[in-house]
């Protein structure tokens, strides 16, 4: 796991998936506000505990009312993006505990 990797799944992830899933990954992206049937947030319990070949995976195959982008993200691409998904959804859980000691006043 590299930053780099992670950055890169960031890019992607704003490309292929926010039109939908939303920057956040709350499920309100713009397509959405149009009238596409709303995917769930990255950040109930159930996506967070998901292993992350389950994103590969919906990636790859699709899941219900969302297409597969197999032919549109390489499956390198798709391990970039599961671990983008992942540091989202731990950005969202985030505790002071988190953030570097000499940072954190800055926040109290
Ligand atoms: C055109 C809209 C759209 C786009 C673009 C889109 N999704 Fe989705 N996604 C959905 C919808 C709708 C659902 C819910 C499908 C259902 O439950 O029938 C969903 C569900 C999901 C789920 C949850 C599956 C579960 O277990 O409930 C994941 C993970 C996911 N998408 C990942 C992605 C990723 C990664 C991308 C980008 C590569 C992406 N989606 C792009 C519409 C989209």
Do not use: K
Not at 15 to 33: A, F, K, N, R, W
Not at 51 to 60: A, E, G, I, L, M
């Amino acid at each position: 796991m590299t930053l780099a990797l992670i950055e890169r799944g960031q890019e992607r992830f704003r490309i292929y998936c926010t039109p939908c899933h939303s920057e956040l990954g709350d499920g309100h992206g713009m397509v959405v506000q149009r009238g596409f049937p709303p995917p769930p947030s990255y950040h109930t319990d159930r996506l967070r505990e998901a292993p992350v070949q389950h994103f590969y995976d919906v990636t790859t195959n699709g899941y219900g009312a969302m297409y597969s982008f197999a032919d549109r993200v390489q499956p390198e691409d798709r391990w970039a993006i599961a671990a983008f998904i992942r540091a989202l959804q731990r950005s969202q859980h985030a505790t002071l505990a988190d953030v570097a000691a000499d940072q954190r006043g800055a926040l109290q």
